[in-house]
């Protein structure tokens, strides 16, 4: 492919807002552009006035943009062309490839012969012409339709890969037919597999096919995102899963894309997003969350103390999204039942000695050294006085968390320091009668 010079269009329709399967086609035409020295072009085609949704290209554009998916060219707006496509109309009519009816303009469809032609990677497709009709490639309100837009500005903005999704291989031959009509050549193709849910039926809107915003909102990083987007049906030859968008210029191979429906699995994104939420260290995901200002809101906590609560979260963490809930009590008291104090068959009486034992521990220690390890030896000392540690240390750690499950006492008691420990621990001697 040297001496061509590669360029490929990402060609959504702003009917909506740009979803994971348009996401995953963008990011295969700017890679494959990218990795060629090639040009990715933005083409809007917005001819179906129908299915017009406002906002939906700045939506599309700003998607673009979040990824890194930077096209060299574009926006090209179709409706901003149709003189153009006007123009080919003719020109076919004027061929007798073409013909008015009621106001549309139909092409002639050849019903004999098969199309042959090779996909990239379908390999070589062949397709029977009586399979097809006769075509309106001109409404009747001036506008195109898409067989005849696509390609007249594929061949125009000289687009030497046509890479897109797999829904357009039946109507092969109608795009076949037009060149040859038109007495151009094709571009090379690479039709993209479908995108499916786990029982392999189309991707419903609860399953993924949502905005790609949505998934931000939800607590995905966008670095997740696009890596786990790369993955919906190219597999690297090698056992790495995660890449960086400039790790997929390189490694990305649109040949080894596979034939069969891609597998929108859930729970692979779950892991992509929290081995990026593990490598970034806490301040970064702090710039993140106020940068992208999602899931969480900007936050407005003093920003050591909320670096302080990421660094205990992270690892634990598979969304952004899941922090609020996580660590609320580090920002309200906590609520409990009293009972949820107790540790195995513990009576009341034990479960106030115990918290009051913890109590005068933290009072005896000085707030300059309430670090986890400095609290955790102390506290492990004492606990040996007890009949298991559990009585010491669980009836502490809901008293500062109120929950059955958090990260252990001493990490926490690190971040609320003295006074905050001491009033929590007091709190809980207090629900005790
Ligand atoms: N506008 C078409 C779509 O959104 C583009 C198909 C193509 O890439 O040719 O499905």
């Known amino acids: 492919m040297s001496n061509i010079h590669i360029r490929t269009r990402f060609a959504p329709s702003p009917t909506g807002f740009l ?19 090639g040009q990715f072009i933005l083409r809007i085609e917005d001819t179906d006035r129908a299915r017009f949704m406002e906002g939906a290209e700045e939506n599309i554009i700003e998607t673009l943009r979040t990824f890194g998916l930077d096209f060299d060219e574009g926006p090209v707006r179709q409706s901003e062309h149709l003189e153009k496509y006007k123009e080919r109309a003719e020109e076919l009519i004027q061929k007798r490839a073409a013909y008015e009816d009621a106001g549309a303009v139909r092409f002639k469809m050849p019903r004999d012969g098969v199309t042959h032609f090779t996909d990239i990677i379908h390999g070589e497709i062949q397709i ?73 039926a189309k991707l419903s809107k609860r399953e993924g096919e949502i905005a790609v915003y949505d998934f931000l909102d939800k607590g995905y990083l966008k670095e997740a995102v696009l890596n786990f987007v790369a993955l919906l049906g190219w597999h690297p030859k090698t056992d790495q899963e995660i890449f960086s ?76 999204s899941e922090l609020p809930e996580r660590a609320d009590y580090f920002f309200k008291e906590p609520e409990y039942n009293a009972v949820l ?45 007890f009949k298991d540690r559990g009585e010491l240390l669980w009836p502490l750690r809901v008293a500062l968390t109120g929950r059955k499950t958090s990260p252990g006492p001493f990490e926490i008691m690190e971040i609320l320091e003295k006074e905050k420990s001491i009033s929590r621990v007091q709190n809980a001697i207090n629900v005790i009668k």
């Open 19 to 37: 979803h994971i399967g348009g996401l995953r086609t963008a990011l295969y035409n700017y890679l494959f552009a990218k990795q060629n020295g």
């Open 128 to 200: 029977e012409n009586k399979t097809q009709e006769d075509f309106i490639i001109l409404k009747s309100d001036g506008f195109p339709t898409y067989n005849l837009a696509h390609l007249v500005d594929d061949h125009d903005m000289a687009i030497t890969h046509v890479i897109r999704g797999d829904e357009f291989i039946s109507s092969m031959p109608k795009y076949a037919a037009l060149h040859n009509a038109f007495g151009w050549d094709l571009p090379q193709y690479a039709h993209l597999p479908l995108l499916l849910n786990k029982n392999r």
């Open 341 to 385: 104090l107790k540790w195995k068959k513990m009576s009341d009486e034990e479960i106030k000695k115990s918290l009051e034992t913890s109590k005068q521990i933290l009072e005896q220690i000085n707030g300059k050294d309430f670090s986890k390890e400095n609290l955790e030896k102390i506290f492990l000392d004492k606990a040996e006085d």
């Open 245 to 320: 968008l400039e790790d997929l210029i390189k490694e990305f191979k649109l040949e080894d894309v596979q034939k069969a429906g891609a597998i929108f699995d859930a729970a692979k994104l779950d892991w992509v997003n929290s081995e990026y939420i593990r490598q970034k260290s806490p301040r970064e995901i702090l710039m993140y969350l106020m940068d992208v200002g999602r899931p969480l809101g900007r936050p407005t906590s003093k920003s050591e103390y909320l670096e302080k609560i990421i660094a205990l979260e992270q690892p634990r963490l598979k969304k952004l």
